[in-house]
C-alpha cells in the first residue's frame, strides 16, 4: 500500500475527517499550530518526509521514541527476524528473560521486571502494586506531570479554589479526593503534604525530569528529599521514566542521580518506536504480581516479540561505549547555539535540555523551574515560529496549544552535520518571526 497522494494535507484531514474522530487516531497527532497533523510517508534517520517526498529534520522522533533515530539498521534486522518466527504473539520467549537480565543491569530500580505494552499501563499497574502492598488508596502527584490518559492521571490543580478537579470529560470528579496534588520542585508544599497525607499515601510518582513539561529539571536536592519522606512515611516511591529513561543516561535519571525509587517505568526509547513498556523495581514489590502474588496484569500483547526483539537490539546500540557522553555532549552545544540564536535576534525564548530532551518556552526570558513558569508559555509567538520552521523543513510537535509547551528532542542520528542544518533553519525561522 502506497502512502503518497496527491493531496494536500488540508484535504487529507478533511477527508479523514469523515471517518476517524476528530480526525485524527490519536489526539495529539493533530498539529495545534498547522490546524491538521503532519502526513507522512516515511522516517529516514533524523529525517521524516511528507506525502509529497519533502524532507523534514525530525525533532520529534515518534514522541520521543525513536532515540537512534528513524529505520535503524539493528532495530529493521530484529523486527525482521521476530516477523520470519511468525509475529506470534501471547507466547514467552528465552528473549524475554535476556531483555529483563539487561534492565536488571542498567537501571537501578530494577531487580524483577515485567514487560507491557505502552506507558500508560505501566503507571496504572505501578499504582497498584502501591496500593496493595501499602493497604492505602491516596497517592501524591506532581501538578503536570504526565503519566498518561488513565483516570488516575486525568486530574489537575485548580490552582484558584486550591482543589484538585478532572482534567477531561467523564473522569468522576470524586476521584479527585485520591490525589493528593503538589507543585513539582516546591520543597515547601510538598514537606506540608507529607506532614498531613504521609501515612495515608500509597505512592508518590514523578517525572524525575519533567519533560511533558518542555524541560524542568528536579531543584537541587528535591529528588533527595522524595526519597527520604516516602522512605520515614512508609510510601512507595515511583519514577515515571517513560521519556527520561535512556535519555540522559542508560539508566536514566535514577543512574545520573544516585536516588534509586522502588518503582520505575519505561516505554518509548526502550524500543526505538516498537511498543514496548516495562515495569521494573523492588522483588517484594514485583512479586505481588500474578502469579506469585495477587495484583492482576496481563496481556494479548504484552512483551510483544518484534517489540522485545526491537528493544534487545536498541540497547546494545546505546550500550556502546561514550554514546552518553557523546549525546550529552553534542545536545548541550545545540542547545546554547539555539538559545545563543534566539538571544541574537532578541526574542524572548529559553531553552532548556537534558540529554536528548529539550523544551523551548516562548515569552520568557530567565530559567523555568515550576510549571507556573511553564504555563505562561507564549503560544501565538511559537505557533509563527513553528509554521516557519516547517516551511524550511524542521518538525517540531506542539502537544497543544494551552498552557505548557511540549517537549523535543535529538537522537543519536542527529549528527553535528544534521544540526548545524537544523540550527541554520532555526536561525532564519528567528529572523522571520523578529521581523
Ligand atoms: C512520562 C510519561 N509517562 C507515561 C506516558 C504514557 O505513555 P504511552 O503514551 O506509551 O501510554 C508518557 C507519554 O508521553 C509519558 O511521557
Redesign the pocket.
Known sequence: MRATTDLSAQEQFERAGHVLAGGVSASMRMNPYLGHPLYLSRGDGPYLFDLQGKRYIDFNLS??AAILGHNHPAVRTAVEQGVEAGIIAAAEMPYHAELATQLVEIIPAAERVRFAT????V?VLALRIARHATGRVKYLKFDG?????AEQWLYRRDTDAETVVPSSGGVPDDGGADVVMVPWNDTDAFEAAMRTHGDELAAVIC?PIH??AGCIPPAPGFLELLRSETTRHGVVLIF?????GFRTALGGVQAETGITPDLT?H??ALANGM?L?SLSGRRDLMETLVPTGPVAHSGTYSGHLLSVLAALATIEELRRPSVYDDLNARSQRFYNQLQGIFDRHDLPVVVQGRGGRFGMYFGRRGAVTTVADAAGHDHELNARFNRACVERGLYVHPYTRAGAPGHAGISLAHTDAVLDDALAILDDAASVVRA
Open positions: 514522541n520521543g505502552v506507558g500508560t499501563e503507571t506531570h504526565f503519566h498518561g490518559l517525572e519533560f511533558n515515571d521514566e517513560v521519556l527520561s517505568t516505554a518509548k511498543p513498556a
